[in-house]
């Protein structure tokens, strides 16, 4: 069970916003949202019982050959 080690990706997007806002009974909610489309970030983790062995963000989506990259590179070394 020490040995183990799990590997995670996750991903957001900059522009995201939420739809809908909470305000004051009464009050209007007001806020801003970004105009233009933003780029997507990754984020590949791979973590162990103690602590995050490593992670790494990238700009775009995670296909497989960016994924085993991660792997040989940061988590068999």
């Known amino acids: 069970m020490e040995d183990l080690i799990l590997l995670d990706e996750s991903g957001v997007n900059l522009a995201m916003v939420r739809l809908y806002a909470r305000a004051l009974k009464g009050k209007r909610a007001r806020g801003e949202k970004p105009q233009k489309r933003s780029r997507n970030i990754s984020l590949i983790a791979a973590l162990s019982i ?3 062995v490593a992670s790494v963000n990238i700009y775009g989506a995670v296909d497989a ?12 070394s």
């Open 50 to 52: 103690r602590e995050v």
């Open 65 to 76: 050959v960016t994924f085993e990259a991660f792997v040989e590179k940061r988590v068999n």
